[in-house]
């Protein structure tokens, strides 16, 4: 556990708590100064762009730690942003295509003016992520966590301004997009975005990259689909004031999950050199360390929040958002089960099994959508939606099991030993200082 917490796991979780914590007050904030139907469509904004960036993400950022080598790192990073470069074209036509076509179906699913916001942000926001990647590559996570530091606190310093001056969303919208734009420019100014290395870009090595990341491209973006189908659908069948009702507490459960993906960055490039070594022993032991102590952390924290869920949720939100309790307290049962579920499907990925990942992903998003189509069509209930999430969450622990276990024998009995002498190693530290 001692181990567990220091180093690069230490500073990359440091950074995305400080980051999670910056959108978490941005939400409380939010919340207070925007309306209901304001929020809705804020949250509607932010869910479209988190789907998009994970289109890019998908398809470029698995392949690239992957594919990247001290020989050979500049024509692997170039070619990685020509096919970024690519996809963001692709990605600004489909949300024009989306501004055309969407209003002759519903005028609730999705306000056009917000499509502009989004294309812009689609463009000032690849530098900047681009500079996550290379950064974790090279295990510089002091910059990462300035780089996001850079971006999250003048956009926080300015939402918490409104409770001075209170603003609409379409400033706001200015805003978040103007922050994406001046820390992109600081990494491309500071050299860490890699674009110097884009005329390095290789035919081979760019179709190298697509081989690979086709799979963790579909893999990502049906990840995303499973948050952004609940979000889509009570926008299409409810509107936006209770889109803002069921996304908040999942904004809370974010608190959780994102620091989860911290982790998960650490274990990436530490199971892809034993991967390549074909050292499947230690990649198990590996897996199992990762998923019992975050397991194992988030069971307290999960247990406060399931009791206090009321109090967190109005803190977050205000009376209004009140009735919202019950809808958090599925999401954090949820929660539960996530670092099992990510450890299962970046190990697959690690393996050179990104098609059956895509598989596990792909039979989760058909049961989710399944399941809030009976919830919201028959019964027109979040909650059963939120239910449904967990369903979900729990069937796809029971698949990826299943799949990784044809690959590495894994057992439930190791995982439960290994969590068990977690728990044993602290007690007995203790033990031994008191009796000394």
């Known amino acids: 556990m001692k181990k567990f917490l220091v180093s690069n796991n230490a500073f990359s979780l440091t950074g995305t708590i400080l ?34 960036d ?24 170039g070619s990685s942003w020509v096919i970024g470069i690519i996809l963001s074209i692709v990605l600004l036509l489909l949300v024009w295509l989306l501004e055309l076509s969407i209003p002759i179906f519903s005028e609730k699913a999705f306000e056009p003016e917000l499509g502009l916001y989004l294309q812009l942000l689609i463009i000032t926001s690849f530098p900047f992520t681009f500079s996550l990647w290379l950064q974790q590559i090279k295990e510089k996570y002091n910059r990462i966590l300035c780089i996001r530091l850079i971006l999250a606190v003048p956009f926080l310093c300015f939402t918490l301004s409104g409770f001075f001056s ?28 890699g674009i110097q290395t884009l005329f ?47 996304n908040l507490p999942y904004k809370l459960i974010e608190l959780l999950e994102i620091p989860l993906r911290s982790v998960a960055a650490t274990y990436l490039p530490q199971a892809v050199r034993h991967s390549g070594e074909q050292n499947f022993l230690f990649i198990k032991q590996l897996f199992y360390r990762y998923t019992a102590i975050l397991t194992l952390l988030f069971i307290p924290v999960t247990l406060g929040m399931f009791l206090f869920a009321e109090t967190m949720v109005v803190i977050a939100g205000g009376e209004m958002y ?6 958090f307290r599925c999401f954090v049962i949820y929660s539960l089960f996530l670092p099992l579920d990510r450890f299962l499907g970046i190990t697959l990925d690690i393996l050179n099994k990104p098609q059956v990942n895509l598989l596990k992903v792909w039979l989760m998003v058909i049961l989710n959508i399944v399941g809030n189509l009976v919830a ?22 029971i698949i990826g099991w299943f799949l990784l276990n044809k690959t590495i024998p894994i057992k439930l009995s190791e995982l439960a030993a290994t969590s068990y002498f977690i728990i044993k190693q602290p007690i ?4 031994k200082y008191k009796a000394a």
């Open 19 to 52: 980051s999670a914590t910056a959108g978490f007050i941005n939400i409380w904030a939010l919340a207070r100064i925007l309306n209901a139907e304001e929020l809705g469509k804020w949250l509607l904004y932010i869910t479209a762009f988190t789907f998009s």
């Open 54 to 77: 994970m289109l890019r993400s998908g398809i470029i950022h698995t392949a690239l730690i992957k594919h990247s080598t001290q020989k050979d790192t500049g024509s692997v990073t």
């Open 166 to 193: 209170p603003f609409h969303l379409q400033t706001l919208l200015q805003v978040h997009i103007l922050s994406y734009l001046v820390t992109s420019g600081v990494v491309i100014a500071c050299g860490w975005s």
């Open 200 to 246: 390095q870009a290789k035919v081979a090595v760019i179709k190298k990259l697509l081989s690979f990341g086709k799979y963790t491209m579909g893999t990502l973006l049906s990840t995303n689909l499973l948050k952004s189908a609940d979000t889509f659908m009570i926008s299409w069948y409810l509107g936006p004031a209770a889109l803002a009702a069921y």
């Open 322 to 327: 009140a009735s919202s309790a019950t809808i």
């Open 376 to 397: 919201i069509h028959f019964f027109a209930s979040p909650i059963l939606m939120a239910v449904a999430t967990i369903l979900t969450v729990i069937s796809g622990c």
């Open 428 to 431: 007995q530290h203790y033990s």
